[in-house]
């Protein structure tokens, strides 16, 4: 799988759906991408994505406008909505904004829905590259449920994948990098859309230019695993992950079973970190203007979780607002490290909500995230041997950055409710302890 | 409820579907009016019904034609193709072809789709005697998964119940008798839709004319059966029926399941007899233009089944193509007597594919419909015990109108496969036998 | 259907699972009946029913125990435990029991598991009156998810009916007036168990003796509700039914889903009424030893409710505890005469937790219960034409038996949160108003 | 996980099912044994496995006698019946059996259902190393729906695992080296019986002796795949499979949705492979005695699926009544190495029913399996680009032994319906060609 490439690590970057909902401005894009590229990007973030509905002009939160007319090209293609994107003026796409942040060392993304604007099938305009126009290649019973916007593209009719194609043509020119495709993983009518997923595969891979693809949202049925894996370099575990305990408690079964299909280029997502300044123009999740509703356990508890997992990590907050606090979760080179190397994390139990991960990197080292989700304070711990590890290993606290002497049987610690601890075992022997 | 007065029997009619799809023509449906009143009117039909898509200038057959223009009024209401209905020239609409249909002395049916047209919510059309417009009430998560026309209208909104009263307004000026209103029993991507159904009705009880209440497909679910009951005149118990035998042997069950619901003003509908010269323009069903696939046992069948059960009987062939054999269906005056004045049909067995049916009328005769829906001749019986008849009884077949002498304590005749016969039984006493 | 004859009107009853659980005692019973027999009889109570488990010895809550010996005769049949029922001992079984209760002037039922007992299974002991053993006709695959006494019949073995017709010929000795079958109208396993429940119609057809016959537990699906009409007397129409206004709150749209199919003979039930002194040696439900733990307000909205439909009306609690409230509940004439005559109760209307019923009785009075099953104190009223009333009637308020006057228009009536009002509506005509 | 180096490499053995249902003998398990030492051994075959029932005195086909008593010891555990297994007389249960085979230079294993025997719980007979007895370990509510002799354990009892450890503990005693558990990978009435699973693993894990472990029946659901992948060795992807091409072409798609979770110790299973003679007391899979109902076309079809994708290979068929034709289908060598040492397998692509797989090895060739599953007869191509090869490859037919010469582009065979080839590239590159 040629695309595994593009993502051998699981990607981290940006996304403005938790800050701004469906409304973001290319001020507030470029604003979030230098401080990417100042603060974040010696770590490891590199990509800067703009979430949903940038073609729609008087988009001004998470709540869609139904039916509205969007801005199109004349082959049935969606652009930038000029007020709210100015370089894009002319027909320029979004290439002045991928330019920019390329400049910056950084890397361009967009959101799309899967299929065809339902104006554009309306109006029967034209499929760039084919004599058929629009009405000829959606199809008849493929609408998102909670988005107005397209209608699903039949993959049985001709001209159907020269759409999808004249898509990532254009994405390509522009300097698009990533690309998170919506209502396509787990649509709440249909299930998975499969043909739609390999035209997307086709489309890009015949574009010219390496693009990471994402797909949404979930949960992304375990049955269709194979078909993600192959096609997709990231897809949603979960449907939208917010600032509540509820999801982040569900999460841990969510990577439990699918934690058998992590791996270079095919990273199973357990969505947008909602940390720092959220919801400024964005009504989901059941909140409004607000630093996270998580707990500092809680938001500890979950970077541990996507980091042994080794979910793709994208920062969902406005950066520009982060605290001292908010930025250090997200540049302890330590805790990364299990991110980036770390590899065959698998769940050593759970029992009365007492959760321990572990993963392993290639130098030896051993990694343990140990998790109290339960309510109440309580001691948690692991043997060395269900470890699998064989002889006395030196500890350390990775958050903490702090070493935790040799341990000869067993970890164990009194978390409180909530709480977590992310160690690393290293090989004690020679070490002259 | 008041509009059970309207269908105090089962209504009785013909419909353009089986033969025309789509596309009938005034002229095709003048002609099977003018045919129905010089043969039918007498044995009680009386319904003309102009199916799906009059509003379409370009259809042709049973296939629809994805999102092409449809003929509308200023106000997002859908108008007759005037190509096809060339009275409804000048907005007049319906209103000449209602008016040469009562002065048949029959009465004139039209069907519609579900919801508000997809153009108008597109074009934002208004609605009458509203400030909003067709975008404003269209729901943003309801289609048809077979057919491109319409959007579902959101209850909640305001002007959701003007959009419907408009409709039905426009109708009963036509003149309109009976509305056939399809996607709404059986949706298959949403399950019924019970705020739309509420809406009809309400609009119906308004408009100041009587209209029978006709919903489809089917199946629709026994599990809203009160509203049903209480809502329409007539639903469908199944999906479209056509002339295969696993379609009319599936019925058995269907009426079983529903019986108990039968009454004056409300009838589970088993769906239009695909008799006689169909398939015309139509090309549902797996078939082409042909006479019935049915046998004539099958046939008759079918319409023992449809009678005993009291089922609406609307006839899907072109009626001026009928033999004397399809017309000899139609007009037998003692087999119309049970479906017009039979009463408490039940099952009283099915055992082995033979199935005995009985209903009873005011007067003290009791009907029985014996049935051998297997593949091997047999014999099918039943006592009268069974029946709950405590005396011998006189026995006719009424389709053979032929007395069949007393019976003392059941009955039994030997049937081939699909074979079946209908038998009144009177009571024997004082009648000098 | 002959045996509608023996259930006219729904029936009215005492149970002894609320208070009892599987555990109560044959002087329990006594003294539930006398109770009966003293203060309830006038007011048309009659039937005294023994729960589950009369054959467990060690019976003591309403927890079972799991795989224990039953009490059994030679022929496969369940009897009932002497040490619980010392007047059964010597093999008299529920005879004596029975004719006690018959001397009161009461009616005797008894619950029994669909099925045959596991111990006569694995034992092989044999059917009467045939030369097959309880193997032999033992469904391979048909247990109760929630106890283990018994294994399903097979309907199609040998042997099968004849097991069935030798329960139900004991029970016909015994003097069983009323047979409660469980684990048979919603198997959370199986779902409905069809063919035992016509086994056992047959059964009780045949044994000689009019047994009214009851189906649990519940949701039955209204799927089957030509099945539940044709063979049953009550069934459930819900799981147990406990003293949480949740429970009570969904009873409301269980009885719009069912009210077109209740009728003379034929009840579905809203199940027992846990009212007074409950939970003695019961814990189901989630309480204990209790009275019940719903408001004042909250019984007569029940009572109210499971009046107007017409549900059975089976007294839960230790009657010998009743409080003068309680009793009160039970023998207001005027209000059992809505449930005794009225007919065609539907629901008016169902809006933000308003909810409107109404039904008629035989001499032109129209009956309207007026529920508020919101949260908040609020008006809830009703016109008269929309209950179909032409003209002014006289209104009587059947809980406080107090004249209400001359209403015009509509009924009106501020009502609190659980709270409810049933109205009594005579004409007005020619009483010199 | 250590378990997984006990089957480093996809299972190959002989199973008693497919030819003797649940009656097989002793002398016909020796008599398989000793042709697998004397003609298969060499090419990798080793398993020797007893099916369902030994333990019944009276099985003599494969249709369960239900309810029938078991031989079992003392402690609730089965025993092999002495009157088929004679060698097992005096207690000593598979032990012989189990040191003949050995001393043939192979493995024996044995078939279990899931959970406790009936007899044992309504005996209430003990469990070793415990005070409880098998009623209070039995689940209430878990049977397994096609077979009478076993409840379900409830591991929330105490003396759950005692049960199971105590049954492991047995078998290593015996000697047995595989055991396949069935009624648990996708109970047709719970799901997947995931605790049971659980136990069943550590049982093993303590029993000090290696075990492979495989679980019954499939389809196993993808949603449980971590649990399958962790705790069994192989696990079934389908129910029981026959001679069917249905079942074959059906196979496909299920290789497709389990191909990324092959893997060292853990194999997504196919199911036993209906060849040769079977159906000799087996009545299963519609057929009787006979030789396989697949064409030579299918049978190689189905070995080139099995084994590129790596599933275990078990034969299912009398092996002392192969022909020529048979045997070569288990002894080609080079065919055997895609299976052993084969990796990666992946579905190319499917297309009109034509489908290419294919897999490598760590010396650099590539194996390319191309499947006709249509009806017609046509060509089958695959470029190499798109197996990933970069260079041309020399090829060779593994089936006909035979040299193909140098691949430049692509590979395309005219292959008629059902049938299959497989191929095996190797660099060209310095070869001299």
Chains 1, 2, 3, 4 share one sequence.
Request: hydrophobic share 40%; proline share 5%; with cysteine.
């Amino acid at each position: 799988m040629h695309h595994y490439q593009w993502a051998k690590t699981p990607p981290m970057g940006w996304n403005s759906w938790d800050c701004y909902g469906a409304s973001v401005t290319e001020d507030e894009v470029k604003g979030n991408a230098e401080y990417m590229a100042k603060y974040l990007k010696p770590f490891g973030w590199e990509y800067v994505v703009v979430d949903i509905q940038w073609y729609e002009p008087g988009a001004n939160s998470s709540i869609y406008r139904p039916f509205v007319p969007l801005e199109m090209d004349e082959y049935s293609r969606l652009m930038p909505a000029v007020n709210r994107f100015p370089s894009a003026k002319g027909g320029k796409g979004f290439k002045p904004l991928a330019d920019y942040i390329h400049n910056l060392g950084l890397k361009f993304g967009i959101h799309i829905m899967r299929g065809i604007p339902r104006q554009a099938v309306h109006q029967n305009t034209p499929i760039l590259g084919t004599n058929v126009g629009a009405r000829d290649i959606a199809d008849t019973n493929s609408i998102c449920p909670w988005n107005t916007d397209m209608y699903g593209v039949d993959h049985r009719k001709e001209g159907a994948q020269a759409y999808y194609d004249s898509l990532f043509q254009l994405y390509a020119q522009w300097g698009v990098d990533f690309v998170k495709v919506d209502d396509i993983a787990a649509s709440k009518l249909y299930g998975t859309h499969t043909e739609e997923i390999k035209m997307i595969r086709k489309a890009i891979d015949r574009c010219g230019r390496p693009m990471v693809l994402s797909l949404s949202p979930g949960p992304a049925p375990l049955d269709h695993a194979t078909l993600f894996v192959e096609n997709a370099n990231m897809w949603r575990m979960t449907d939208d992950f917010w600032d509540r305990w509820e999801l982040l408690y569900d999460m841990f079964e969510r990577c439990y079973k699918w934690c058998k299909l992590v791996g270079p280029g095919h990273w199973p997502d357990a969505d947008m970190l909602p940390l720092g300044h959220i919801g400024i123009r964005s009504v989901d999740g059941g909140g409004t203007d607000r630093m996270t509703r998580f707990t500092k356990d809680e938001q500890r508890t979950m970077m541990t979780l996507w980091i042994i997992f080794r979910s793709p990590l994208m920062f969902g907050g406005e950066l520009r607002d982060n605290d001292e606090w908010t930025l250090s979760l997200l540049t302890n080179e330590e805790v990364l490290h299990v991110h980036q190397n770390g590899y065959g994390a698998r769940q050593v139990y759970r029992e009365n909500d007492h959760v321990v991960w572990t993963s392993q990197d290639a130098e030896g080292n051993q990694f343990v995230a140990m998790f109290n989700i339960s309510e109440k304070r309580s001691v948690v711990s692991v043997s060395l041997k269900d470890l699998g590890c064989m002889e006395p290993m030196k500890a350390r606290d990775l958050w903490a950055k702090e070493d935790l002497g040799l341990v000869k049987h067993q970890l164990a610690f009194e978390l409180g409710p909530h709480q977590s601890i992310l160690v690393k075992l290293s090989p004690a022997v020679g070490k002259g302890l």
